[in-house]
């Protein structure tokens, strides 16, 4: 299964200079949860704001037309269709982490949405592609928690792509 992941704000930043642009441990937390044992795709930029490193108990793909790209601890692949070979014969999900280009590449590919949407607005330099909301349908919504770490309220979201 392809699914996207991803956190965003109420104008659909992602990013901002590389990084998020808000801490929430919450969706660090789901990030994870949802990722371990699991292969994530991301392009090169948000590996490389990631410090180049690659993020453990998980298969880190990096997307890149650079074809001399090269990082310790992933696997570097150079188009779509390397990405959904690889896929198609991966027994685990491959979750689409971003940034805004690769989520476009693939964004015709993908069974399920998973999103945090974050009630703000965030100073943002990327943002998540239109996104045909008439192709998904709501599978679960769960609020969540507001403590003194987690100022921000927020949804954890997952779609299912209609049937076709």
């Known amino acids: 299964m392809i699914a996207f992941l991803w956190a965003q704000d109420k104008n659909g930043a992602i990013g901002y ?49 650079d074809k001399n790209y090269e990082a310790e601890g992933v696997k570097v692949m150079h188009s779509r269709e390397e990405v959904l070979k690889f896929a198609a014969e991966y027994e685990g999900d491959t979750l689409i982490t971003g940034g805004a280009n690769v989520f476009t590449f693939f964004m015709d590919d993908v069974d399920v949405l998973h999103r945090t949407m974050i009630e703000g607005e965030f100073k943002g330099d990327t943002f998540i592609p239109e996104i045909d909301w008439t192709k998904w349908k709501l599978d679960k919504s769960e609020a969540g928690i507001l403590d003194n770490r987690n100022k921000y309220p927020h949804v954890f979201e997952t779609y299912v792509r209609k049937e076709k």
């Open 17 to 65: 200079q590389g990084t998020l642009p808000w801490y929430l441990p919450n969706d660090l937390k789901f990030f994870k949860q949802m990722t371990i044992n699991n292969a994530v795709v991301m392009g090169r930029k948000t590996f490389e704001g990631m410090n180049k490193r690659p993020l453990p108990d998980r298969i880190n793909i990096i997307l890149t037309t």
